[in-house]
């Protein structure tokens, strides 16, 4: 299985602030990297997919970069829902894996 | 839009088989990869399987001895089958669209989440 570790694990973070997520695999999937977002009691939402293509309907000051191993995803600057837990996926080879997660909290 | 919405028990006793089923609604069952993935409470998320449109499944080898996902195309729903249960299975279970065009096989659609408890 191709392990998937975010970092960090937690952050706090103040509005308008400029976050970053990293996501390592345990080998490369090329591009196929996907990114999450997660509020309390509801589904993930897709919010990057292939590495770099923004999902439809997802505010633009969502990016995400990289290739192979290492991944990030940039938020350029925090509004107040944005406040919530970020995964990355690989979709590379089944079994199909997680990171994590990433929980971002208001400073 | 695309739509997924799950259905079942919300308990199962220790041992039993977990049963869900997993209604689309707004976009067609051809040329999908259709999937189950939960989540433990205040945990992470574990994909669990899939099942393609053709039929053919594929499932987490850390689940696959217990594992059956179907499809019944006709009525627009999947289901999954979990076997033998523990608490260990206590989790919100989610179904979810992946899109078999693309390759980086992201879940782009996902149903609301049933919470499943094992418990006796």
């Known amino acids: 299985d191709i392990q998937m570790t975010q970092s960090p694990s937690s952050l706090s973070a103040s509005v308008g602030d400029r976050v970053t997520i990293t996501c390592r695999a345990s080998?490369?999937?090329?591009?196929?990297l996907n990114w999450y977002q997660q509020k309390p009691g509801k589904a993930p939402n897709l919010l990057i997919y292939d590495t770099s293509s923004l999902q439809s309907g997802v505010p633009s000051r969502f990016s995400g970069s990289g290739s192979g191993t290492e991944f990030t995803l940039t938020v350029s600057s925090l509004q107040p829902e944005d406040f919530a837990t970020y995964y990355c996926q690989q979709g590379y080879s089944t079994p199909w894996t997680f990171g994590q997660g990433s929980k971002v909290e208001i400073k | 839009q695309v739509q997924l919405q799950e259905s079942g028990p919300g308990l199962v006793k220790p041992s039993e088989t977990l049963s869900l089923t997993c209604t689309v609604s707004?976009?067609?069952?051809?040329?999908?990869?259709w999937s189950w993935i939960r989540q433990p409470p205040g945990k992470g998320l574990e994909w669990i399987g899939y099942?393609?449109?053709?039929?053919?499944?594929n499932y987490n080898p850390s689940l696959k001895s217990r594992v059956t996902i179907s499809l019944d195309a006709s009525k627009n729903r999947f289901s999954l089958k979990l076997r033998s249960v523990t608490a260990a299975d206590t989790a919100v279970y989610y179904c979810?669209?992946?899109?078999?065009?693309?390759?980086?096989?992201?879940?782009?659609?996902w149903g609301q989440g049933t919470l499943v408890a094992v418990s006796s």
């Open positions: 979810a669209r992946v899109v078999g065009a693309r390759p980086s096989r992201e879940f782009d659609f």
């Open positions: 707004g976009g067609p069952i051809s040329g999908n990869y």
């Open positions: 080998q490369s999937i090329s591009s196929y």
């Open positions: 099942i393609y449109y053709s039929g053919t499944t």
